[in-house]
């Protein structure tokens, strides 16, 4: 039992440190993949100039961030770390990481729990819990992003209107929108200043924030340098396009609240429930923690459990 107990405590390490590390969807990159063969191999006119809009804006892209190929797994958590706007280091995030384990351990082996159980707890939570932290920070700034973009390219737009070189307006918005975008647009500029192109400061960035409303900011510059035209009706159409998007995810929010409510229900009932009654009674739930067949089936359960939740959770997530 104990030889179980270690095995599954190790296998839940590494599956959250694989997590921990991970890149892009596999899936997404896969389905870019076979539109791209799609349009590649489509007759329309439209669907071939678009293919070469695609290849030209790609050119131009750092191939580092090709779809997280080849970045290493340690690069990948520092983008991770950047993607929160926080100063932290990775050396920082891993000496968290491991005081959390060790604490969360010491704590559970005081209080009498087994030496192994304990093990497996500080190790479920100093690898999850930071991991989860950073999910948390890295949503809420790219949702404050993603509110006000659309303000900031209507400012850009009013900038060009008035005779305004898209450098400049970019300062502008640096200096006028509060949050994250000020932030970078602000590296944005200073990135510029320092002798980088814009268009290769703004890739950077789109890489850094991963979100698609930045990169079809970047790809409409970039097509508009490269075919001409009015950059300011352009770039105006892309704020009613994001609006609207944004209008959309709330709607789509709307709908799914109910099942996400329910979900979150049903998936933390059993836990509350088994904390509550340990509160009460802690012999009554003893059993759990040194009965072997009490053990196995509580590992059972939680895993099942899991197994739940996560296909809840796909089923209540929406993505557009």
Do not use: C
């Not at 599954?8 to 539109?35: D, M, Y």
């Amino acid at each position: 039992m104990q030889t179980l107990i270690i095995a599954a405590g190790t296998i839940l390490f590494f599956v959250l440190g694989a997590l921990a590390f991970t890149g892009p969807n596999a899936g997404k990159a896969t389905t870019r993949r076979l539109g791209a063969v799609k349009m590649r191999h489509s007759d329309s006119a439209d669907a071939r100039v678009e293919q070469q809009m695609r290849k030209a804006v790609a050119s131009r892209r750092p191939l580092i961030f090709a779809d997280g190929q080849h970045i290493s797994r340690a690069d990948k958590l520092r983008l991770r770390l950047a993607q929160t706007g926080k100063k932290w280091t990775l050396q920082q995030y891993m000496s968290a990481s491991g005081g959390l384990a060790f604490v969360i351990m010491a704590i559970l082996w005081l209080k009498g729990a087994p030496l192994y159980l304990a093990m497996f707890g500080g190790l479920l939570v100093g690898a999850g819990l930071p991991h989860m932290v950073i999910n948390f920070l890295m949503a809420r700034r790219i949702k404050k992003f993603t509110a006000n973009f659309p303000d900031a390219i209507e400012l850009l737009v009013r900038g060009l209107k008035s005779g305004l070189p898209v450098g400049e307006t970019l300062g502008v918005v640096a200096k006028e929108i509060p949050g994250p975008v000020g932030e970078e647009f602000k590296l944005v500029v200073e990135k510029i200043k320092i002798g980088k192109s814009m268009e290769d400061s703004l890739q950077e960035t789109a890489d850094r924030l991963g979100t698609a409303e930045f990169q079809f900011f970047v790809i409409t510059l970039a097509i508009q340098r490269e075919t001409g035209g009015n950059l300011a009706e352009t770039l105006a159409n892309l704020a009613d396009v994001l609006r609207k998007r944004a209008q959309m995810k709330l709607k789509i929010r709307a709908m799914s609240s109910e099942s996400k409510a329910s979900a979150y229900i049903v998936g933390s009932l059993p836990f509350f429930v088994f904390g509550m009654v340990w509160m009460v009674n802690q012999q009554y739930l003893a059993g759990f923690f040194y009965e072997p067949r009490l053990i196995i089936a509580g590992l059972g359960g939680a895993l099942w459990m899991s197994m739940g939740v996560f296909v809840m959770a796909k089923m209540v997530n929406f993505e557009i």
